[in-house]
């Protein structure tokens, strides 16, 4: 079964880059057939996905965030990771990595999570 | 304001049976698979349901998914106290879209 685990500083200062990497385990990226995602649940709110990346590095955001958001893969790692540039305190939240439902070369949604990381923007 | 709307809270007692309501477009719901996440207090959320009524493995029988033009329901049969969670649903519009999220409480 796959597992994902989150990792990066849980403290960033405002106007600042948040970076966190997802390794993945229990399977390869490289094998490709599977979207990479990103996901961020603010404080007792909702869940709102951020992006995803495939293998071969082709990407696709969340249009509300795409300015702001990078995500990259290092296949030989087995990780993937994510950037978002000038946080400001409303990008506090926790930040889930998952790998996506997918079938004959479309995918949908999350459907294996990592456990989640908190990040916290302040100075 | 998120995309799907669902109630903010459902309740039920043990051995009831409650639906979960989600309510979409035509560009979402309408078009694409709905998917239902379950959330325990403090953990990840949990795949429940994938591709509008499809269980993973290890999720009991006792939840079921169903998808009728734009909208959505997750049923819950047997309810049981560990099932006091939050639930979401998601689908695709141009990006992964979630519901507000529904707080069950096993009464």
């Known amino acids: 079964q796959v597992q994902l685990q989150e990792s990066g500083p849980g403290l960033v200062k405002p106007s600042q880059t948040l970076s966190l990497t997802c390794t993945v385990s229990?399977?390869?990226?490289?094998?490709?057939?599977?979207?990479w995602s990103w996901i961020r649940q603010h404080p007792g709110k909702g869940l709102e996905w951020i992006g995803y990346?495939?293998?071969?590095?082709?990407?696709y955001y969340n249009p509300s965030l795409k300015s702001r958001v990078t995500i990259s893969v290092d296949t030989s790692k087995n990780q993937f990771s994510l950037k978002l540039s000038s946080v400001t305190a409303a990008d506090t939240a926790v930040y889930y990595c998952a790998r996506d439902d997918c079938s004959g070369g479309s995918c949908y949604s999350p459907y294996y999570w990592g456990q989640g990381t908190l990040v916290t923007v302040s100075s | 304001q998120s995309v799907l709307t669902q109630p903010p809270s459902a309740s039920g007692t043990p051995g009831q049976r409650v639906t979960i309501s989600c309510s979409g477009s035509s560009s979402n719901i309408g078009s694409n698979y709905v998917y239902w996440y379950q959330q325990l207090p403090g953990t990840a959320p949990k795949l429940l349901i994938y591709?509008?009524?499809q269980r993973p493995s290890g999720v009991p029988d006792r939840f079921s998914g169903s998808k009728s033009g734009t909208s959505a329901s997750l049923a819950i049969s047997g309810l049981r106290s560990e099932d006091e969670a939050d639930y979401y649903c998601?689908?695709?519009?141009?990006?992964?879209?979630f519901g507000g999220g529904t707080k069950l409480t096993v009464l």
């Open positions: 990346i495939y293998y071969s590095g082709s990407t």
């Open positions: 998601a689908a695709w519009d141009d990006s992964v879209v």
């Open positions: 229990g399977g390869s990226i490289s094998s490709g057939g599977y979207y």
């Open positions: 591709r509008n009524n």
